[in-house]
């Protein structure tokens, strides 16, 4: 099993930063990959952004805005949050996907953090 925790979320007025981090633990074989998503209320839950080895991948409603970075042998993604929007606001969920010994691969979600965006 692997658990996967997420912190840093919070409030902050629009043009500020925010910095999101997400650990997985448990049995980690390997990781394919490891993102962020978000799901605003009424919205569909959408891609943020995702790193796989040194590839990283981003919304385009955040692209020069957030910086995705992944510590490997620490199994940590990090999300760095700048000039920050209300339509930001959201519920952040980390998302990693983990190789089996079998090369199969799993998906695994945190529970979520709330990053509200207001003055």
């Known amino acids: 099993q692997v658990q996967v925790v997420e912190s840093g979320g919070g409030l902050v007025q629009p043009g500020g930063s925010l910095r999101l981090s997400c650990a997985a633990s448990?049995?980690?074989?390997?990781?394919?990959?490891m993102g962020w998503y978000r799901q605003a209320p009424g919205n569909e839950r959408e891609l943020v952004a995702d790193?796989?080895?040194?590839?990283?991948n981003y919304a385009d409603s955040v692209k020069g805005r957030f910086t995705i970075s992944r510590d490997t042998a620490k199994h940590t993604v990090i999300l760095q949050m700048n000039s920050l929007k209300p339509e930001d606001t959201a519920v952040y969920y980390c998302?990693?996907?983990?190789?089996?010994?079998?090369?199969?691969?799993?998906?695994?979600w945190g529970q979520g953090t709330q990053v509200t965006v207001s003055s």
């Open positions: 998302n990693v996907v983990v190789v089996g010994t079998s090369l199969t691969r799993y998906n695994y």
């Open positions: 448990g049995n980690i074989f390997s990781i394919y990959t």
């Open positions: 790193i796989q080895g040194g590839l990283t």
